[in-house]
């Protein structure tokens, strides 16, 4: 659309997906589709920038398990025009924070993706979880690292530690191994790792 021309967010979309090394094509609802986009991060199947969406898959093989991605990405397209741009990103780093706080995953109480449709977007919604219970599950988990690296701490670091736990959101226990870290043990609280901790490893 016209519109995000005009704001550079689908200007900016297209130095991602030249960046990235995508190989670019038209699709529907006015929508450019970057495929093969070669860096790991942002995480998840697919991600929007204006009026383009850029995938490390191929948009035939994404729509085989999720029919309709490209409504659910058209109307996040729809989000950059409103937030007149860039300064969507910022609102929605906001409310994907406050998603994982409240519900341990960046969607299910994310204005921006409930707006788009959880379904589509191949999103759950789940229930709130006490704050009581997201506080005590953080301290666990951040307990895991040695005192030197709680110094080095950056939140970027948690898709190494999430793959090792993920936590049940209704009794908050660990289903799978605990990984031990290096320099200290594992006791009883540290296995309540948190539940927002899985959100940067789910694509």
Request: proline residues 6%; charged residues 20%.
């Amino acid at each position: 659309m016209a519109g995000n021309l005009l704001n550079l967010s689908t200007l900016a979309g297209l130095a991602v997906s030249s960046v990235g090394g995508c190989s670019l094509r038209p699709g529907p609802y006015g929508l450019l589709l970057a495929e093969g986009y070669r860096f790991g991060f942002p995480t998840g199947g697919a991600f929007t920038v204006g009026d383009v969406v850029i995938t490390a898959r191929s948009f035939a093989d994404l729509q085989r398990s999720f029919p309709r991605l490209l409504e659910h990405e058209e109307r996040h397209s729809w989000q950059y025009l409103v937030c007149l741009g860039l300064p969507f990103l910022i609102a929605y780093a906001v409310a994907l924070g406050y998603s994982v706080l409240r519900t341990g995953d960046r969607a299910a109480r994310n204005v921006f993706e409930r707006h788009a449709g959880l379904e589509a977007g191949g999103y759950q919604d789940l229930p709130v979880i006490p704050m009581s219970v997201q506080v005590r599950r953080a301290r666990a988990w951040f307990r895991r690292f040695p005192p030197r690296d709680r110094r080095r701490f950056h939140p970027l670091r948690f898709s190494r530690w999430c793959r090792f736990a993920h936590t049940q959101p209704d009794t908050g226990h660990t289903r799978g191994p605990v990984r031990r870290p290096r320099g200290g043990a594992v006791d009883g609280d540290d296995q309540a790792v948190s539940l927002w901790m899985r959100t940067t490893c789910e694509s």
